[in-house]
């Protein structure tokens, strides 16, 4: 078996295909020499009755010639009730009955042809033979040669025995042939697919005209590495863009240190020490987002639990964190998922609107799983609501660092509720904007 797992696909299809046809061609091969001979025998027993029949209806009636003439070649013997041969066809044996007594009750009890060696009767080959009973004790023996259908018989045989082999060897070639060109485009995805390096990732795999599987297979791989090739790109994004994020409040916090230690006499140390914390804060912000967002890519789009979660609840405690959040509505809603993800996109929500709203923010939750942030800032042109839930996406309202964060809030937020089997888009409020949730009700 180790010998056989270490052939080709190619070879081992083309195997199994000529050794199932070789064991189909034997047994059918065998099966119609068997039904061959059977139905040849048949026929000769048919006409070898017929023509027994015939003789007995002569001797019944006592009509019989000498010699007895028959259209076929068929050889008959009449006895009398003693068992003396009295009447026999041109060429048959006058002394010796074909079958002896026991052998004739045998037959006669039987009702079927039997088959006699013909050679001590001066004929070749085997013969078969029927008996029927006459009245006034008679007894008719009819027999045919069969020897000319034995030889047909063998040699048919012989002409299977060899034109099976020819048709093994025939498929297998063909086999071999057809199953080369089948593997061909896959022989192909595997060059393509050593072609693809870290320094050609858009390459794409060939793809066959065929629609067939392996059509399908290409398709599906292209797909894949389209995938891979887009999160790697958003992995690199995202690490280029955390790097710069990183680079500015660290370079403040070590210029801040740097003046600072330079300048001791006239430093205001706690002034200092706000702007350094402040900095720090916001390092830790970012610093708890990535990691947010590491956790939803790891899960691969699936929430954290999956376990009921009073909606209601959770809007109502991250409400009360504010003191300028308005809940107009709160209808229980159970959902099923995570309830610290889901109370982390209501805060980043209420944040956004806290940051750019002018006097108020509202916040509803309706029976249908639809939950809504409405402040009355100055809202997101149209052309850009979309573009805001990308990672470090910014508008050049909100990049000023004191105020804006690192532009990975609304991102956070698309990623959880996804994972959480919802949507999330924006919509103008007039004035203001509207981030609406809907999430399925577990």
Known sequence: MTWWRRQGLRFRLTAVAAAVLALALAVS????????????????????????????????????????????????QVLDAD?????????????????GAAARREALAGGQAVFVDGRPY???????????????????????PVAEIQTSIGTAGRVLLVGTPLLVVLLAVASWMIIGRTLRPISALRRGAADITHTARSRRLPVPESRDEVHSLATTLNDMLGRLEEAEQRQRALVSDAAHELRSPLASIRLQLEVALGHPEGQDWRETAEGVLEDTLRLHRLAEDLLALARLDERG??????????????????????????????????????????SRVLTNLIDNAVRHTASKVEVALTSDGTLTVTDDGPGIPEEDRERVFNRFTRLDSGR??????????LAIVRETVRAHGGTVHLEDAGPGLRAVVWLPRG
């Open 400 to 409: 000023s660092r004191d105020e804006g964060g690192a532009g990975l809030g």
């Open 83 to 99: 068992g003396r041969i009295t009447h026999v066809t041109y060429g048959a044996d006058r002394l010796v009955p074909l079958l």
């Open 29 to 76: 091969a065998s099966v119609l020499l068997s039904v061959l001979d059977r139905a040849l025998i048949s026929t000769v027993d048919d006409s070898t009755r017929q023509q027994a029949q015939t003789v007995r209806v002569h001797a019944d009636a006592g009509t019989l010639t000498s010699p007895i003439t028959t259209h076929d070649g068929t050889i008959v």
């Open 301 to 342: 789009g699936v929430p954290g639990r999956r376990e009921p979660v009073d909606l209601d609840e959770v809007v109502r405690q991250c409400a009360e964190r504010y003191g300028e959040v308005r809940l107009t509505a709160c209808d229980p809603v159970v959902v099923r998922g995570d309830a610290l993800d889901l």
């Open 122 to 144: 001066a004929i070749p080959g085997p013969l078969r033979v029927v008996v029927l009973r006459a009245d006034r004790g008679q007894t008719v023996i009819a027999a045919r």
